[in-house]
């Protein structure tokens, strides 16, 4: 199992450009989710996923949409990128609910590192 | 909103020390989960606590459900060098949300 993976590992982008973050788990987890984190904030959670073709709205969407097509991939779209975007991107996956034993463990892919000038 | 404020942002400490943090809300959580991420990794789940007052070990590491609800504490017996990273508390705000701490950031000095 490769679990979370998640490409490109590092990218930079001019402001206005758009382009997209790949996620995807072998794991067959029904619930998938986009989370960023900036210094002294922890992570945020910007969209997530609870089935294919099923997706709503985290803390802090604007400026980003998601589509799930598949059970195994979880994109995340940057439509028009502001330097505010600047940030470290984590996929992540699990298995159901939130709250509950053995389901809710998270697991994290390594991140995408983004930098809009 | 809901916050998780965690306490302390960071520390060094000795290795072979005793460490302690805690996670805080203002809001009752029924789930407390502790997370610790490696430098250039994703968060990894450490421990889960379900229940007010439930005392749950990994190894070295012990987390307790605070019996009001709206906080958890995590102790580091006998801190190693590769004990170094970020450690978030995080805990549900709905059926399919998480909400993630600021995160305590040790560093162990061998």
């Known amino acids: 199992n490769a679990g979370v993976t998640q490409t490109p590992k590092f990218q930079v982008l001019k402001t206005g450009q758009s382009m997209t973050l790949q996620c995807a788990q072998d794991?067959?987890?029904?619930?998938m989710s986009w989370y960023r984190q900036d210094p002294g904030m922890g992570l945020r959670l910007i969209h997530y996923?609870?089935?294919?073709?099923?997706?709503d709205q985290g803390e802090v969407p604007n400026g980003y949409n998601v589509s799930r097509s598949t059970t195994e991939d979880f994109p995340l779209r940057l439509l028009s990128a502001a330097p505010s975007q600047t940030s470290v991107y984590f996929c992540?996956?699990?298995?159901?609910?939130?709250?509950?034993?053995?389901?809710?463990?998270?697991?994290f892919g390594p991140g995408t590192r983004l930098t809009v000038l | 909103g809901q916050q998780l404020n965690q306490s302390p942002q960071s520390m060094f400490i000795q290795e072979g020390e005793d460490v302690s943090m805690n996670c805080t809300s203002s809001?009752?959580?029924?789930?407390w989960l502790w997370y610790k991420q490696e430098p250039g990794e994703g968060p990894v789940l450490l421990i889960a606590?379900?229940?007010?007052?439930e005392l749950t070990s990994n190894g070295r590491l012990t987390a307790q459900f605070g019996i009001t609800r709206k906080d958890s504490f995590l102790n580091i017996s006998a801190s190693i060098p590769s004990d170094v990273g970020i450690y978030f508390c995080?805990?549900?705000?709905?059926?399919?949300?998480?909400?993630f701490g600021t995160g305590t950031r040790l560093k162990v000095l061998a």
């Open positions: 995080a805990g549900p705000t709905g059926t399919y949300k998480y909400i």
């Open positions: 996923s609870v089935g294919a073709g099923i997706t």
């Open positions: 606590l379900y229940k007010a007052g």
């Open positions: 809001s009752i959580f029924n789930t």
């Open positions: 794991m067959n987890h029904e619930y």
């Open positions: 992540a996956s699990s298995r159901g609910l939130a709250g509950g034993p053995s389901t809710d463990t998270q697991y």
